[in-house]
């Protein structure tokens, strides 16, 4: 009988689970056959082996017949004893260690709402956040509430999303006295439950590592959204989530599942690098895990659909097109911004084919459509397009490296269309009530948007500086409602809130030109600007914006006919001198451009948005059918919102 022979009947080896240390020597002790582990069991776990692992060379070298090659399996199944060993002992100090149980009934961390708040905060999070993050199985997570043995730490993690936009009467329930509180109590209760290892499912762990890097309550803090996901990125990496698992002989919904969770992943960290201004983790070079496609949704398709909300086909295909989309976010941040760029050529126009592709193929459900009060198809298409055009900012905006194919002027009108459907987006959403709901990329989105609105003022053209004074107003009343829900927007507020006071001192000598234009044209004097009685008809509904003051005058005082008729002729004339600006108004898709915005009233002569003067800002009022969203408080106001 061989040594080997031996070591197999010995019976420390008959059938008793081994220790962590004996999985490099379990994976090469038999040749494979009916023995050997697969990944048909719910708890099967797994072991991923890359091509420079010395351990895959002597496993494929001997059991393949091949040290490389395509077809060559990378994810084991971790042998029974082995990985029973494994769980046992973190069940044993998971449930029995005193000290820890201890530490983690002080932080609260088994501390639930009541069972109705409960219900509510995970049907949030399964209507507004699940969707574009499908990181859960929905049915092992239906049916282990059920029982009452769902973890601790996804439950924590699911109430802090669901936190971050649900009702302000869902948070009082719950027992917390601001939206803030609710957030940073859960999140550190999911945060005590992961530093004490209280997880062992690495698959579960890395998409509750996912869902915490939505976790950013100040720029100083050290475990923000980057800490967070870049732990998801390396243990997604650690399991061999970046490579496909087709030749694994793990079950289809396994493979699906971890999909989802790395499509997710990916998609997080393009939104993560072109925000923060740092270089993508996941290198494509690096992964060969194929793109999402409708059948990966349907493996976890029997929940609770009390608990749980349906999914509709709008939901799939837009996780599916913003993974693609983050396929060439990736490609625009490397093309633009990586320090060796200059080395790889100018890709641009093949960058912008490959957008222009993108959206020409996207279903019809995810065009832009009408926005509503609810959170159907439209409500997705706003997030997905709103990704689109911080896309075309980035690719575009001033200040770049020139572009042999397009010049510096074009460029600028590209980026200068894309921030204003993005302005127009937010504008909607806002209208319909439903910003709120918005995710997390609307706010650098925006941002984006507000960037480029901020160049444009500086430009001495009085019409279009006034065009972007208005727009960058709409952007910041976006910031300030998404304040509510994303910490993060309220500190771009006060950023552009100080700019934007800046950019009115820098502008004020430009003001008597525009006024003494306006006198020789129309003979008309007060202080408010030229100001059309249009309509803006928008997604079908006539939309009427009234603001504060300029445009509200002029309805609410006597104009006499030849007035407007010489106000209108003004308007054509600019329209016809200005090409660019014609174009950046007239462009596709911005047909039902709001006039409103550009005859703006002034009530100091100079900015419609008084940023010298805080106190007495006012924000637009939306009126729409069967919509109303009215909000006259100034910035002051809205800040102290944002910040509480």
Known sequence: MTGSQLEDNHPEHDGLNEGPEMLYARMVDAQPSEREPNFQSDNARSFYMGESFSLSFVVNSIYNNSGHGTSVKRHYPIPTNVSEHARDAA??????????????????????????????????????????????????????????????????????????????????????????????????????????????????????????????????????????????????????????????????????????????????????????????????????????????????????????????????????????????????????????????????????????????????????????????????????HASYHNCQILLFRPGGPQSAFLGEVESEKRAMIAADLTTRIAEDLLAAGTLSYGQLHLVPAIFAALSIHSVAIRRKDPIRRQLAENRARQCMLAMSELAKSWPVAGWILRLFINLMKKLTDQNVRYDSNLDRSRQDRTGYRGDSSMDSPSAATRSGTTRTMQMGHGLGNLINQPVEADQLSARVEEWNAIQQSDQLLSDVIWAPDQNNFDFDLLFQGQSNGSLPFNFGSLAETFVPEYVDTGIQHASNRNIDHLLAESSG
Not at 113 to 118: A, E, G, L
Not at 255 to 281: E, F, M, N, V
């Open 91 to 384: 069940e044993g100090l998971k449930h029995s260690d005193p000290a820890t149980i201890s530490y983690l009934e002080m932080r609260g961390s088994f501390s639930l709402p009541p069972q109705d708040v409960r219900n509510e905060l995970i049907r949030v999070f399964f209507t507004s956040f699940h969707p574009a993050y499908p990181v859960l199985d929905r049915q092992a997570f239906s049916a282990l509430y059920r029982e009452e043995r769902v973890s601790f730490l996804v439950l924590q993690t699911i109430f802090f999303l669901a936190f971050t936009s649900c009702s302000d009467d869902l948070v009082e329930r719950a027992g917390y006295p601001n939206r803030l509180t609710a957030r940073r109590t859960c999140y550190l209760r999911a945060k005590a439950l992961y530093d004490m290892d209280y997880e062992k499912d690495k698959v579960q762990l890395t998409a509750v590592l996912f869902l915490l890097g939505f976790w950013w309550e100040g720029p100083e803090d050290q475990k923000d959204t980057w800490h967070w996901l870049g732990s998801a990125i390396g243990l997604a990496q650690t399991l061999g989530m970046h490579r496909s698992t087709a030749n694994s002989g793990m079950r289809p919904s396994h493979q699906s599942l971890w999909k989802r969770i790395w499509w997710s992943i990916y998609t997080r960290d393009r939104h993560a690098a072109a925000s923060l201004g740092r270089p993508t983790r996941i290198k494509d070079e690096d992964c060969d895990v194929e793109m999402l496609n409708k059948s990966d949704f349907l493996i976890d398709q029997d929940f609770d659909n009390n608990l749980i909300c349906e999914q509709h086909d709008f939901h799939v295909n837009y996780t599916i097109e913003m993974s693609k989309l983050a396929a060439i976010l990736g490609k625009v941040l490397t093309e633009q911004f990586a320090p060796r760029r200059y080395g790889i050529g100018d890709n641009r126009e093949t960058l912008l084919q490959e957008l222009n592709q993108f959206e020409f193929q996207l279903p019809l459900q995810l065009r832009r459509q009408p926005v509503d009060e609810t959170m159907t198809a439209s409500f997705w298409s706003c997030m997905l």
